[in-house]
Every structure is written in C-alpha cells, then in structure tokens.
C-alpha cells in the first residue's frame, strides 16, 4: 500500500473508523481520511463513525458529521479501520469491517496483528495521524487536513515530546504549518486547556496516588462515585496517566478508572525499562512499549498490585 489514492479506485462507498473511547491521534487521522476523500472523491459516499468525542475536537472540519449511533446496517465497498490494533476495539463499529467488501487497517500499535485485507502497520511512528500523512499527496493535504493530522500527532506525541518523535515527524508538523494552521493555538485549545472540574478531578487523582515498588511505580485510581461528585466523565480523564509519568524518579506509571459495568480501565505509562504493551497483552489490551492500556475486572488496587508484579519480573528479566 503506497497511498490512499490507489486504494479508493472503483469504490462506491467507504466507511471510516477508529477504535472506542477515541483519542486526539484516533479523531484526528480519521478526520484526515474522511475530508481526503469527501473533498477529492466527491463521487464517493464516505461515513466516519466513531464513538462520541470530545468538544476540544470539534474545531476540526466535519467533526459534525461524525456518525455515533450504529443503527445503519450498510454494507460498504470499502471499510478504513485507524488506530485500532484489534477488531474489538472498534466496538459497535466492527459490524462495518466485518461486513464490508474490502478492509484496510492503518495503525501503529505494536500488538496489531495486521487483521484487514491490506495493512499499513509501522509500531516505530509516532502516531497515525503521520502515516496518513505519508499515504496523502502533499499537494492534496488543504489546511483542514493538515490541522486534523497535526491534532492527531500532536496528542500522541504529548506534543513532540515522547521517544516516538523523529526527525521525520518534526518534518511533518513543518509542512503541516506551513499550509497555514494556527499551530500554537492548537496546542492550547487541545492541549493544555482545562475546565476546573478536570483540574479538580487531576488533584483528586494525585491525591489518591501512591509510589509503589520502592518508589519505582506512581498508581491512582478514580471511582465512578468520584467521577460523579466532579461532574465529569471518561473523555476528561485525558491527561491524568501522564502527569504521573512526569514524577521524579518513576519507571511507570498505571490509571485506573471504573467504567458504569464496574469494570475498570486500565491505562500506563513508562519512562523506558518497562514494557507497558506486553503487559497490556496479557490482560486482553494491547498498546505501545511506553503507552498500553485494558480493561480489567477485580478489585482496583488488587489489579495494581498485578501489574507491579508483572513490571516488577521484567526488571529482573
């Protein structure tokens, strides 16, 4: 697969997706592809579907057109799967690439396992959004495009900053700036702008946290009757696993939260030794080296104590 041009010849209809709970990388990249093809290919019919997403996103061009309810039982000449490392992280919309003519998957997980017809999988890139980059004609990349992929990379990068960012990365925001997006607001408004209840709720998480294993590992968790007293939800719990990772002196860091089926979603971090992603694996997830998540059953500070052993063998490893 060499670009995304080649890929849409003698197709009717396209259906976009990206995995559930979708991230800054997951809604940009879609985007992306969504307005490639909507503006280039008017004659095709395109659908995105994703799972509700946050206001922060909603700047970006189309995001109105985003289809959250998955009633449509169409069946797509073509179905695009982004971001996504396993068909059952796509959620209700797996029935779209499960049915469909054609599948693609685009991704940069390294627990994917390459499950679609034809697949554009590099774990070394620093995010979807920048292999989407790759497969676009640069000429056909408007500015619209260019601020769904730079949000995309942006966010999975943690603006420019995790081991993911290459030179060739920093070249591609370059010639995403240069087609005239307002970067550095971007980055404020996506970023680092919070409301005072997700400051409040990080406070609350800090507050709950502990250094574990000697201090090698930082763990939190976040209730549902805590998540209720905040007025806030899953979406505005971004940021919290990171802020974590930042604390002087930790190889990893791990976030729970409790989903409403009290189940609890399980998301780490690691500043290096750790391999956050094969443990991931082992419990049903999947992710990257330094950023992994699942969701896992039990008791929250039981699961933690799970995963200190696991991060714990690999030092010993």
């Not at 930082?218 to 940021?239: C, D, N, W, Y």
């Not at 992710?287 to 714990?312: F, L, N, Q, Y």
């Amino acid at each position: 697969m060499k670009d995304l041009a080649s890929q849409l010849a003698q197709v009717q209809t396209v259906a976009v997706a990206g995995h559930v709970r979708p991230d800054g990388d997951c809604i940009g990249s879609c985007l992306a592809t969504y307005n490639y093809i909507s503006t280039w290919f008017p004659n095709i019919q395109v659908d995105l579907y994703l799972e509700p997403i946050p206001n922060i996103f909603k700047f970006l061009k189309n995001s109105d057109k985003i289809r959250s309810t998955f009633e449509n039982n169409q069946i797509y000449d073509l179905c695009i799967v982004q971001d996504c490392g396993d068909p059952g992280r796509l959620g209700a919309a797996v029935k779209y690439f499960e049915t469909a003519k054609r599948t693609i998957c685009i991704d940069h997980h390294i627990s994917n396992q390459s499950f679609a017809d034809e697949n554009y999988i590099f774990p070394q890139v620093s995010s979807t959004s920048e292999l989407i980059f790759e497969l676009l004609e640069e000429e056909r990349i408007t500015k619209e495009i260019a601020e769904c992929i730079y949000v995309g990379i942006l966010h999975d990068t943690g603006v420019f900053q995790y081991s993911s960012t290459t030179a060739k990365t920093m070249n591609t925001a370059g010639v995403l700036m240069e087609k005239g997006i307002n970067f550095s607001k971007i980055v404020d408004d996506t970023f680092y702008t919070k409301t005072f209840q997700q400051n409040q709720i990080m406070g609350q998480a800090l507050l709950n946290s502990r250094l574990l294993l000697d201090g090698l590992v930082i763990a939190t968790t976040i209730s549902q009757e805590e998540m209720a007293r905040f007025q806030v939800l899953p979406k505005h719990l971004e940021g919290i696993v990171s802020q974590l990772r930042v604390t002087k002196g930790v190889e990893a860091a791990i976030f729970l939260y409790e989903n409403e089926d009290h189940t609890w979603k399980l998301s780490m971090r690691s500043n290096g030794k750790a391999d956050v992603a094969a443990i991931a694996v082992k419990y049903g997830g999947g992710g990257h080296v330094r950023a992994a998540g699942a969701t896992m059953e039990g008791d929250p500070w039981g699961i933690i104590s799970k995963i200190c052993k696991e991060i714990e063998g690999q030092q010993h490893d």
